[in-house]
């Protein structure tokens, strides 16, 4: 069975920092090109960080750009992503997510429409942050 479990999630003030982990299991993460997605009530899904299989480049939302960072640890089938200096607007469910093609246009990360190309999504892992 595929399967995606993300963890980390948690409450964090302002300015903090958080490492979130998404472990695969029944496909390898480290041939696979990988999203990092994220959810507030009452928004649409937006793309934090991409990654293709074909090149390993990250691409990251103008919004988290330069402080968040997605990272492979083949080893432990898992990818992590490291979010620092959060702000209260980061708050949101966290979602890693698979996609069905080794190329996803990560370079339009912050598209409405990437989602469409992740096939396999995890439960999510809610991070809160305060002010």
């Known amino acids: 069975q595929v399967q995606l479990v993300e963890s980390g999630g948690g409450l964090v003030q302002a300015g903090e920092s958080l490492t979130l982990s998404c472990v695969g299991s029944g496909l390898g993460l480290g041939d696979s090109a990988i999203g990092w997605f994220r959810q507030a009530p009452g928004k649409a899904r937006e793309g934090i960080g991409c990654?293709?299989?074909?090149?390993?480049?990250?691409w990251y939302g103008d919004y988290v750009k330069g402080r968040f960072t997605v990272t492979r640890d083949n080893d432990r089938n898992s990818v992590t992503l490291r979010m620092n200096a959060l702000h209260p607007e980061d708050a949101a469910t966290y979602y890693c997510?698979?996609?069905?093609?080794?190329?996803?246009?990560?370079?339009?990360?912050?598209?409405?429409?990437?989602?469409?190309?992740?096939?396999?999504w995890g439960q999510g892992t809610t991070v809160t942050v305060s002010a």
């Open positions: 997510a698979v996609s069905g093609t080794p190329s996803p246009p990560c370079t339009i990360v912050g598209a409405t429409h990437l989602p469409m190309y992740f096939e396999v």
């Open positions: 990654v293709r299989h074909t090149d390993d480049d990250v």
